[in-house]
Nanobody, 120 residues
Framework: QVQLEESGGGWVQPGGSLSLSCRASLPISTIYQVGWYRQAVLGPQRALVASVTDRDGTEYADSAKGRFAISRDNAENTVNLQMNGLKPEDTSVYLC?????????????WGQGIQVTVSS
């Protein structure tokens, strides 16, 4: 079982910055992809915000491009999401997810979620 420890988040005014951190119980070099998702306002869907692979390939939601930056620190088994220029519509519960490949297939692990609130 892979455990994901999330930290960061909180409240910030529009235009401000926050950072989210996700630490895995396994070396992230052995995890194919780690991403940050946010809970949809309507329904249970979780939308990708940003992700990074074990080879540092990155993917961003259109709404995050130019404002957010995701990176991984293999020495600390940590993935960081730096969020700049935050907007009220960024308010959500953010969840870290890890994609791990086993011989039998692919397994996904999720953190508990952390609140990000952007308001004046």
């Amino acid at each position: 079982q892979v455990q994901l420890e999330e930290s960061g988040g909180g409240w910030v005014q529009p235009g401000g910055s926050l950072s989210l951190s996700c630490r895995a119980s396994l070396p992230i070099s052995t995890i194919y992809q780690v991403g940050w998702y946010r809970q949809a306002v309507l329904g249970p869907q979780r939308a990708l915000v940003a992700s990074v692979t074990d080879r540092d390939g990155t993917e961003y939601a259109d709404s995050a491009k130019g404002r957010f930056a995701i990176s991984r620190d293999n020495a600390e088994n940590t993935v960081n999401l730096q969020m700049n220029g935050l907007k009220p519509e960024d308010t959500s519960v953010y969840l870290c997810a890890a994609q791990v490949t086993y011989t039998a297939g692919i397994k996904y692990y999720w953190g508990q979620g952390i609140q990000v609130t952007v308001s004046s």
